[in-house]
């Protein structure tokens, strides 16, 4: 399997009394792991990338190397406004520890298509590790366009990229890089349309089944994949139904992983959000896969 296909997590970072949580943290990332997920990605936005300083990173990544840097590939997420500060990020971070980076386009300043290509080239330079492009324009503003993604994807550095928008398909048949579905709710179509595999907040939940349903779409049986799909949906749609990552902590925090906390401005889910998600996480919790799944799940 190439590096950058199957289910990849973007991990949540736990907090105990406004700290990050590293025992926590390192029990979660084993968790998933031990599920099967391909790989993990730290310091993105479910990951609570942006409210933590330059040590805070520094104290995640090694935490969660530390637990399963063995195992698995680790991707750091990267955000920002301009690219110096892009860079500043790459140069800093150990590259001993980690596979890649998973680089999102600049938020808010929406440049062209051109200043998009100069953007990534300047992180790449940065770099020897490869970059996963991350084209998420609901929450940056800009949208970067296949043809831009094509002259990008000249370079080997750029290993694959992370899609938030509907160009799929288009991706798929255009370029050379593995397409990692970054939308819960199209998980299964994207994967049918040629996706590589997904980087899911949701998978933090049954990480075993997302695996599985990656498995049922890659072996072609496709309506197995369905049916196991329409189990998991109501539960990812209540996943999304309030900012991220609030939902995803509070699953996570019924199931004793880690505490509610997250930090401002973000704030915790509802509570009438919460009464539905835990109803959903309850049943999903309880299906039974068609294969022996490990006992851990049973916590």
């Known amino acids: 399997m190439n590096s950058f296909e199957g289910i990849w997590v973007p991990l949540v970072t736990p907090f105990k009394h406004g700290k990050i949580d590293v025992n926590a943290v390192q029990e979660l990332a084993n968790y998933l792991v031990y599920s099967g997920v391909q790989g993990l990605v730290i310091g993105g936005t479910t990951g609570e990338g942006c409210a933590l300083d330059k040590n805070e990173q520094q104290l995640l990544l090694a935490a969660v190397h530390e637990a399963v840097g063995n195992y698995c590939p680790l991707l750091f997420g990267l955000s920002g406004i301009n690219t110096r500060e892009f860079v500043d990020k790459v140069k800093r971070l150990k590259p001993d520890l980690l596979s890649g980076f998973l680089v999102s386009t600049p938020a808010y300043i929406r440049p062209s298509q051109e200043g998009l290509r100069l953007h990534f080239s300047a992180i790449a330079a940065a770099t020897e590790l490869p970059l996963v492009l991350y084209n998420v324009p ?113 699953a996570l925090a019924v199931q004793g992983f880690i505490t509610d906390s997250l930090r401002s401005p973000m704030t915790c889910m509802s509570a009438l959000g919460k009464a539905a998600l835990f109803k959903e996480v309850e049943r999903v919790m309880n299906i039974v896969a068609g294969y022996n799944q490990p006992a851990f799940l049973n916590r």
């Open 138 to 250: 609901a929450r940056t503003g800009v949208n970067m366009n296949v043809d831009t993604v094509i002259e990008l994807a000249q370079s080997r550095q750029f290993a694959a990229i992370k899609e938030c928008s509907e160009q799929t398909r288009d991706l798929v048949a255009r370029t050379r890089m593995p397409v990692l579905c970054g939308n819960d709710e199209t998980l299964l179509n994207d994967l049918c349309l040629g996706a590589s595999g997904a980087i899911s907040a949701a998978a933090h939940i049954r990480p075993d089944l997302f695996v599985h349903l990656y498995k049922l779409v890659s072996a072609g049986h496709i309506n197995q994949a369905h049916r196991l799909f329409e189990q998991l949906l109501p539960m990812i749609t209540l996943l999304f139904s309030e900012p991220n990552p609030a939902p995803v902590k509070a």
